[in-house]
Every structure is written in C-alpha cells, then in structure tokens.
C-alpha cells in the first residue's frame, strides 16, 4: 500500500502515537509540527489524507484547511479538543471531511481514515482529475476557457461569478462558509456585514439554475454557507 498521509499536531507524543497506529496498517507516514510546515511538505509532496489538528501555534488547522482546499481535494480530518457542536461546524465548514474530539480512540481514528480513502476512491475517478474540466449533473466548468455550460448552452458569467462556482466545484459536498469564499475570491479579509457573496450566489442561480428559488447545483446549508 502506498497511500501517503499528513499527521499535523504540534505535540509530539500524539503525532508518534497516531503514526504508529497508521504505520501498523501499512499507511507511510510524513509528520508536521504546526501547519506552516504542513504547507511546505505539501507543496514538495503527494498526500492522500491530512490528519489536522485545530489548535496549533503560527497557524490554526481551520485557517490550514482552507488554504490546503484552496489548491487539494484530498480528504482532511480535524482533531481538537473543542468538543462543541459549533466548533464541530466550524472545522468542517472550513473544508474538513471529519472531524473527532480529543482525547480520541487511536482505532476509531483508523477506522475513520479508512473510511474516507475509500469514499474518497469511490468518487474520485481519473476523470475527475482532468483539472481544466469539471462536470457535476448538466453543469460543466472549463477551468482553462473560464466557460461555463448547463444542458450544452453557454453561460455567460462575470469573472468573480465563475471563481465561486469554480470553488463551490472544486471543493463539491464541501459546505464553504460566506467568509471562506469571499476571502478565497476576493484576497482580502472577510466583514460581517458584507452581503457581496450573497448577491453574487443569487446572480449565479439566476444563470445556472433552471428554477433558482429551488436550486439543484447551489445549495444553502442555513447558518452555515453554501455547497455544490
């Protein structure tokens, strides 16, 4: 087996103890202290699952997480010791996959890790590795071209329009919050009060989604942000 994962945890002891539990299933194992060094190695290296602690110096895991998605699809599993539901929301609308509270069951962690290689496997497909095209349903994104088609008709979108689809697409099932995706497409920080990814979401429906008061493709998950 050369599945290849990323444990990122700034205390020693837990990123030996979860590697020597992976390492026993055949899993090769990399190791980073904090997330700026996690950044590093996954520039240089393949990874097939991030292993994300939540709380690190430097860099917190959330921030981490949504700068791996930014440019990775592979799957990210959180760990901290914030056991509540809206900590919980918060990793995984950040980009996670998972997420498990510490202190944790190194088995149950096994078992998790297993769990979504094989999903991840199931749904990723050579095809969908063709980066410049990405199909969901009748919807259809060159990334090169920047079109866009639903049901083979053009799409005509502004360029800000097509980078949030373009993330919504890339990061599919993934709930990004309005912060995430304004700071992902517009590089700036994000302000409570701005509704400029809402109006741009209403303006995307309007051209992509057949009914956009009932969309198939642009799904708000309330409280939370939005998904394809």
Known sequence: MNTKILIVDDDKEIRNLIAIYLENEGFQIQKAEDALEALKQLKAHEFDL??????????????????IREERQMPIIMLSAKSEDMDKIHGLASGADDYMTKPFNPLELVARVKSQLRRYKKYNTEADFDK??????????????????????????????FDILELLARNKGVVMSVSNIYEAVWKEDFFKSDNTVMVHITKLREKIEEDPKHPIYIKTVWGVGYKI
């Open 50 to 67: 991030v292993i994300l602690d939540v709380m690190m110096p430097k860099m917190d895991g959330l921030e981490a997480c949504m700068k």
């Open 132 to 161: 410049s095209i990405i199909e969901i349903g009748n919807l259809s994104i060159n990334t090169d071209t920047r079109q866009v088609q639903v049901a083979d008709k053009d799409i005509r979108l502004t360029p800000k329009e």
